[in-house]
């Protein structure tokens, strides 16, 4: 009803209106209305209402600014406005930069190892709970190859490798986030038949895992093998962890022989790219068309000739050189990640990212405040979430390790 004025006060609007204005409020700003309302807060806790806010936040990709002075930072979209910001719960001017490590990223959770531990946490509301491990006892070494949402129970759940440095045999666990019981499965492989088959798997999961972590995409986990030399029998080059089924399979990624191989998510759909083989100034990007046929699509090509000519272009635009790094010429293509549909981010030289759009054109030199240039891409990306840790009272260590006055 309208006031005196005449004006209609919000909290006069429609419940089902008013859900739909706090649906589209950032992360932080739902925080305060909750603060604020006691029926605001039922009505953006309810599970249909998160799960319908996360859906809807962008997925940003993460950089490691190798702690001087930012560690881990979530690189938001220039063209949309957004601002870059500090990944909690690493701190600015962080000392323990080696301690600390991001394992993995799944629908706003992160898998932190600290201190010879593993935590999920949650950076929009900073939570965080300790994660059990499969086995703890001397000669055991613990490997978390995965973090997935399984869709069936909708439960979130890590995938672990679990060695024996005594008797060099490993196993594979999976632990439902929530519960301290991490359960033993056996090894499911179409071409995995033998003891010497199942432990070159499993070293192909552990160095792949170390180099980056796994794309979700079509209900699986998907790892690229970096050594294609040793793939025996199963026709591919890519690691397939079904998360339903909770088996594995070899999957062909393009037959296109290049320096380096990646595999992405590029909006929503699995993507794969590839460095020239002769020289670093190319990068091909190709998208997975047929999945159950395993046939890819080739998507677009970045030059480093274009690459380079366009920022000679923007240096000359430039009333005033202000960035150093700018002044380096683009000689080597290391890395890439999307941005979104059509920007790039592209780690070249082993120092720098740079942001271009899919033709090639330079769009300017990533920086973390003001004077950061230095940096990496760690092929995670952050779609926020309010959604609480399962099971965080249950599972919280008793001694948190993260300040949440950060």
Known sequence: MPDRSGATLFKDLPEEIIN????????????RCRVVNTSWRSATSTPEFMLQHHRRQPSL???????????????????????????????LGSKRRFEDQL????????????????????????KHALLPQPQVGQGIHNIMIGLYRHHP????????????????????????????RPRCISVTMPTVSSSSAEEKLWNKLHSSSDRSSPVHYNGSLHWHS????????????????DTETESFRWMRSPTQPCRYRKLFDMEGTLAWCGGSVSKSTSMDVW?????????????????????????????????K????????????????????????????????????????????IVNIGK???RMWLTHLRLKESIVPIPGHKMQEDEEPPFSTGH
Not at 344 to 363: A, E, P, S, T
Request: aromatic share 12%; net charge positive; proline share 3%.
């Open 321 to 364: 050189k202000k960035s150093r790094p700018l002044e380096y010429a683009v000689q080597l293509f290391n890395d890439m990640a999307v941005l979104n549909e059509r920007e790039l981010l592209i780690w070249f030289n082993n120092k720098y990212v740079l942001r271009c759009d899919i033709d090639g054109k330079f769009l300017g």
């Open 103 to 126: 394992k993995g990223v799944c629908d706003g959770f992160l898998i932190i190892y600290r201190g010879h531990k593993f935590y999920i946490c949650n950076p929009v509301t900073r």
């Open 20 to 31: 739909k204005i706090l649906v589209l409020l950032a992360s932080k700003d739902v925080g």
């Open 61 to 91: 990709p993460i950089v490691d600014g190798l702690g001087r002075p930012a560690n881990h930072v979530v690189l938001g979209d220039a063209g949309a406005g957004a601002s870059n910001q500090q990944l909690w719960p690493f701190p």
């Open 287 to 319: 998208v997975m068309q047929d999945y159950e046929a395993e046939i890819w699509a080739f998507k677009y090509r970045i030059d480093l000739s274009t690459v380079e000519a366009s920022r000679q272009l923007y240096l000359t635009s430039l009333k």
């Open 153 to 180: 129970t909708g439960e979130y759940r890590v995938l672990w490798v679990s060695r024996s440095h005594q008797t060099s045999e490993s196993s594979l666990y999976v632990l439902t986030v929530g519960s301290n």
């Open 371 to 373: 004077s950061q240039y």
């Open 226 to 241: 970096y050594d294609k030399r040793e793939i025996t029998g199963g026709g591919g080059d890519i690691i397939v962890y």
